[in-house]
């Protein structure tokens, strides 16, 4: 009795992946839910997911720009105060990405210059960075909690966002 081999794929869909379609989308809602909640440690995991995906060109740019998800990423990493990883996220940004002629990239580098700024201590600047530009709809929301400027009351006492900051 003979046992059949599973069918191998033929050899020209190798070179189309297969997991674009099937997980970017339920990362980038996971990562709006996440947003939604102001659950930040969790929108940085799914964001993390999501770089790897972007990175390696696996990514389905039908479900969001990558541009402004690693600009999103960037600012995920400055609220919980990880500045080493932030830092170390846009070092790994493949510079098409980075240097790319856009609106969008724009917002990444805007992203970066206030998190530059913040790891140069330079608070003042980093809040004028973050007041004095024009922040995409889906930045915008990260940037007031940045800010220390979420959700009720103004996000607590000035001291409590300091520390969001700094």
């Known amino acids: 009795m003979e046992v059949d081999a599973p069918e191998s794929p033929p050899p020209d869909a190798a070179a189309v ?3 674009t379609t099937t997980s970017s989308k339920p990362l980038t809602e996971q990562l709006a839910n996440a947003l939604s909640q102001h659950d930040y440690s969790l929108a940085l ?3 993390n997911e999501l770089e790897i995906g972007i990175q390696t060109n696996q ?4 479900y969001g720009n990558p541009q402004l998800l690693l600009a999103a990423q960037i600012l995920l990493l400055l609220i919980l105060n990880d500045l080493d990883n932030a830092r170390h996220l846009w070092r790994r940004i493949d510079s098409t990405l980075r240097d790319a002629p856009t609106a969008e990239a724009e917002q990444l580098q805007q992203a970066w210059t206030v998190g530059k700024l913040l790891w140069e201590r330079e608070i003042p600047s ?3 960075a973050m007041t004095g530009g ?3 709809p889906e ?3 990260l940037v007031e909690a940045l800010r220390g400027e979420e959700g009720e009351g103004g996000g607590g006492s000035e001291g409590e966002r300091e520390c969001r900051v700094v």
């Not at 990514?59 to 039908?62: E, H, K, R, W």
């Open 17 to 19: 992946p297969t997991t």
């Open 45 to 47: 995991r799914v964001a």
């Open 126 to 128: 980093a809040y004028a």
């Open 139 to 141: 930045l915008a929301p």
């Open 134 to 136: 024009q922040w995409a």
């Open 59 to 62: 990514f389905d740019t039908a």
